[in-house]
């Protein structure tokens, strides 16, 4: 009665990974595999009878190229896996990844900059700044608007370029999907804790970093106006990522913004936990319930997980 923080399977989402052709585990995430869109239904219906209300979708392109079109096909992966996971499981709530770095063959999650030097990688030339913001505003407004096209319920552009949420709410406005609801990765660091979902999603960058669109990991300051820049343009919903090295920030924005609050239990931090219960180090399923508890009483409403299902079957 005087537990002060709950944990409910329906604060959950659960990432999916859709793929062009053949998938199949992925290596540095125990338990997660990339799936075809007949797989990905399953795993849909799987996770909406275990009560999880949401997955998220990522797609691995057949092919890349530099207009990231596999990005807006209303063919793409992605745009198939919704409009199949809608029609087979409508009640499921779809949340798509609206990002360019799968789908360009350099990696990144925008346009380059003209004078990076790209593809000649002259580091000079502009120093760390590899990726032309406002370039990439169009392209990622067009992918969010085939998402919303296809069928997703809420769009979550993950690419941290500035001004995105509004290009965004504005391109699907004029669309005529007011309903679409943006998720943002509003506040999303440079992190070395992405690596295990760059080899699921195949988008380590093929050049330079990501530091001049995500944040230093160093500031807290920060996140709080990216917050708010995010809730002042439309965002629905912002998100935090990390989860875990980050509760102070969790907990920082939720004090900020009234808007709901989501937290990324990255790849990273489901991968360490999974590899030291392989070695028998620690009790994964005791370490598993106790970092999203955590999650949650830093101030996160909703938790993307790849612990999802299995948190879900101790939940019930
Ligand atoms: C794409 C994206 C990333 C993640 C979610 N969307 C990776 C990145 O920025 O490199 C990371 C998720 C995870 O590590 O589980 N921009």
Not at 61 to 79: F, L
Not at 100 to 126: D, F, I, T
Not at 280 to 285: A, H, L, P, S
Request: glycine share 8%; aromatic share 6%.
């Amino acid at each position: 009665m005087v537990r002060e923080t709950r944990l409910s399977v329906d604060q959950l989402i659960s990432p999916i990974f859709v793929k062009e052709g053949k998938g199949g585990p992925v290596k540095s995430m125990p338990g997660v595999a990339q799936l075809s869109v007949d797989q990905a239904v399953k795993e849909a219906r799987e996770v909406h009878k275990l009560g999880v209300p949401a997955v998220i979708l990522f797609g691995i392109p057949a092919k890349k190229d530099e207009d990231a079109s596999g990005a807006y096909d209303p063919e793409g992966i992605v745009q198939r896996a919704v409009k199949s996971i809608k029609d087979k499981v409508p009640e499921m709530v779809i949340i798509t990844d609206v990002c360019l770095c799968e789908y360009m063959s350099h990696g990144h999650c925008g346009v380059p900059h003209p004078a990076s030097g790209h593809p000649l990688l002259n580091k000079e030339r502009v120093g760390e700044r590899w990726i032309d913001n406002d370039a990439s505003l169009e392209l990622l407004t067009r992918v969010a608007i085939s998402h919303a096209e296809a069928g997703a319920d809420i769009v979550a552009p993950s690419d941290m370029m500035d001004g995105r949420v509004a290009a965004i709410r504005s391109g699907l406005d004029e669309s005529g999907f007011v309903d679409t609801s943006i998720l943002s990765y509003a506040v999303k660091y440079a992190s070395a804790f992405y690596g295990p979902f760059r080899d699921a999603a195949e988008s380590t960058p093929k050049f330079g970093d990501r530091r001049s669109y995500q944040m230093d990991p160093a500031n807290v300051r920060e996140a709080i106006r990216e917050a708010r820049l995010d809730a002042g343009e439309g965002a629905d919903i912002v998100m935090v990522k990390p989860a875990l090295a980050y509760l102070d920030v969790i907990a920082a924005v939720r004090c900020a913004v009234n808007l709901p609050i989501a937290a990324y239990n990255v790849s990273g931090e489901y991968s360490m936990i999974k590899a030291a219960a392989q070695k028998g180090w620690i009790d994964e399923k005791a370490v598993m319930m106790e970092t999203l508890l955590a999650i949650r009483r830093a101030g996160a409403d909703l938790i993307v997980t790849y612990f999802a299902k299995e948190a879900a079957k101790l939940l019930s």
